[in-house]
């Protein structure tokens, strides 16, 4: 792959997709500095961590068209929270939530 397209890839599954530099740099496993100076045209080669990175895209492209969908990283990082390991809060988690399926369908 060229490095032009790996680029034009990059920015365009960042602006479509809604998913954060900073996200896709914890997915890919690379540095979340490469991956920003990439989207902003930095560079000029094509390296083993943008293939990291363009594996990562193509499995949150397939993930999105078998129906899935991905927890954005702050959700999950406050259910964490919330959570902290007790199992009595799950429950009280998981209630809430279901709760609020009648509303939303409204929506």
Do not use: H
């Amino acid at each position: 792959m060229k490095f032009t397209e790996f680029k034009s890839k990059l920015k365009q599954f960042l602006s479509s997709s809604g998913v954060s530099q900073n996200a896709l740099s914890i997915k890919a496993d690379v540095p979340q500095s490469q991956v920003c100076n990439w989207a902003n045209g930095k560079g000029c080669r094509y390296t083993k961590n943008a293939r990291k990175v363009i594996i990562a895209i193509e499995n949150y492209q397939k993930e999105n068209e078998c129906g899935y969908f991905s927890i954005p990283d702050d959700l999950q990082q406050s259910i964490r929270l919330v959570l902290d390991g007790n199992p009595e809060r799950k429950k009280v988690l998981v209630d809430m939530i279901k709760s609020l399926d009648p509303i939303l369908k409204k929506l």
